[in-house]
């Protein structure tokens, strides 16, 4: 039976959360000076899992910031996302970490019915928003808005964390640090430079920026990028009545191969970071030899319009400003635009972060690291950060960062040792608990003293010979016990 207000998810999530029972209590030991023993640098989808499943760890003194201003602008759900559906399957694992109750599913079939949900082939954004709100208010996920992390100081056994809160500058200390910060935080928006250093900031945007698709009504666009995100700001921009739209791809046909689908079985998925460095670089290469392959409904959502061009084995050679326009150059010849829009991906360079420049060069890289065959040599890839089975920073010298190994890496800048787009849906399953008993571990040994007095404290017994003593066989007299 349909169900058209919250009180059939909520009441569901409520008895799983009684099942499961209390949270448990609190085992980390406070620390004169020490506000957090976790930040959570990210308030999205990522940053709310983690949130819950710290707290079902036993590990409760813990934050979530994130700059946005509300609950709405959180993630990029409502912001940077214009996809109609997400591109996952929708019945992959998410933040219900193995609770039922509280998966999408879950919530779907109890607002909509389970005919609804078996009716869709993939879960609408706007949907999937609303679930993420749902989900951190039913599991209790507090989140610091307008909260934003300015640089990250580190302080011997833990972090300064100076942050800007509604714009006031204050301090706060952490033991350890998650960054699920979403695409930007490895790095930033890959803007090429013909268009970076030839027009005006006014006349192009970036995919990850916001993107006012009313004021393009009426005006030539040109989009740069044969991914996702491309397609769907030119379907965007087509649906705003813009008078047309020019998609230029660089290569001679678009990515159709869904590379990272192929290793997405059980075996390769769960044992991926133990495959030789060797075969997860070789992995990497070849999803990024093959590129990043477009949902067909996003290609379908942008090609329906008649006044939509698409361009292959075309890339931009020359830009230029003329007369207030942009005036470009790509497959021999020459184009006017009223504006254009970036899809094209983003770099991963902790330097480019200013809560990491600090100590950006004390990073290992997978560049330090590994020496790939000299056909499989790619810059970009050599820029991400070799990270531990924690997905911790490491150390590029040993001994010059310990606190590196403190700080857990849950964005794209782990791709080339996990694999996936870390902080997708697809990732959460494995990573969220690796990273949870990471961090567990840590505390515990770094406590280990503290730990070792309480597990070997005197125990107060649970009953006396009192209980029993009636019961105990009498000896008939004269006979020794053996």
């Known amino acids: 039976m349909t169900q058209t207000t919250e009180r059939g998810p909520d009441q569901a999530a409520s008895h799983a959360l009684r099942l499961i029972g209390a ?22 989808q990522s940053g709310r899992a983690f949130a819950f499943a710290l707290r079902r760890a036993g590990i409760a003194r813990i934050t979530v910031i994130d700059g946005a201003a509300d609950e709405g602008k959180a993630g990029i759900w409502r912001t940077a996302a214009r996809m109609h559906k997400l591109r996952t399957p929708k019945s992959l694992p998410g933040p219900e970490l193995g609770i039922p109750a509280l998966s999408f599913q879950a919530w779907y079939e109890a607002k909509h019915g389970q005919a609804a949900y078996a009716e869709i082939d993939r879960i609408r954004r706007v949907d999937w928003a609303e679930y993420l709100d749902w989900y951190r208010r039913v599991v209790g996920v507090p989140i610091r808005f307008r909260t934003q992390l300015a640089h990250i100081e580190p302080a011997g056994d833990h972090f300064r964390l100076h942050l800007e809160i509604e714009g006031i500058a204050k301090v706060e200390t952490a033991r350890k640090i998650i960054l699920a910060n979403g695409f ?14 030839k027009i005006s900031p006014s006349l192009y945007a970036h995919t990850a920026h916001r993107i006012d698709f009313g004021a393009l009504r009426g005006r030539q666009i040109a989009v740069i990028g044969a991914a996702a995100a491309a397609f769907d700001a030119a379907g965007m921009a087509l649906e705003a009545d813009a008078k047309s739209v020019d998609l230029f791809v660089r290569r001679a046909a678009i990515p159709a191969e869904p590379v990272i689908r192929v290793r997405g079985y059980p075996g390769a998925y769960d044992n991926y970071f133990e495959l030789p460095d060797a075969v997860r670089w070789q992995q990497a290469f070849r999803f990024r030899s093959v590129g990043s392959t477009p949902p067909s409904d996003a290609i379908e959502r942008a090609i329906k319009h008649p006044n939509f061009h698409l361009h292959l084995g ?30 094209t991906g983003y770099f991963v360079d902790a330097a480019a972060r200013p809560e990491l420049a600090d100590f950006a060069s004390e990073i290992l890289s997978w560049g330090h690291r590994f020496v ?6 790619d810059a970009e890839l050599a820029a991400h950060p070799y990270l531990g089975a924690g997905h911790e920073y490491l150390e590029r010298t040993p001994g010059s960062g310990p606190y590196l190994r403190n700080i857990h890496v ?42 070792a007095r309480r597990i070997n404290g005197d125990i107060a017994p649970d009953f006396g010979p009192e209980l029993y003593v009636s019961a105990v066989a009498k000896r008939p007299a004269g006979i020794a016990a053996e």
């Open 410 to 451: 849950f964005n794209p800048a782990a791709f080339v040792s996990f694999g996936l787009p870390i902080g997708d849906v697809p990732s959460f399953k494995r990573d969220i608990p690796s990273v949870v008993r990471r961090i567990s571990r840590d505390l515990f040994f770094a406590d280990f003293d503290h730990h």
């Open 23 to 44: 949270d448990p209590e609190n085992w980390v030991p406070e620390r004169a000076g020490i506000d957090h023993d976790v930040a959570i640098v990210g308030g999205g």
């Open 184 to 197: 930007l935080g490895g790095g930033g928006a890959f803007i090429p430079r013909i268009i970076s250093d």
């Open 372 to 377: 790939p065959p000299g056909d499989q040599v």
């Open 314 to 343: 075309a890339p931009w050679t020359a830009a230029r400003i003329e007369e207030g326009r942009i005036a470009a150059e790509a497959g021999g010849r020459n184009y006017r635009f009223d504006f254009a829009i970036a899809g």
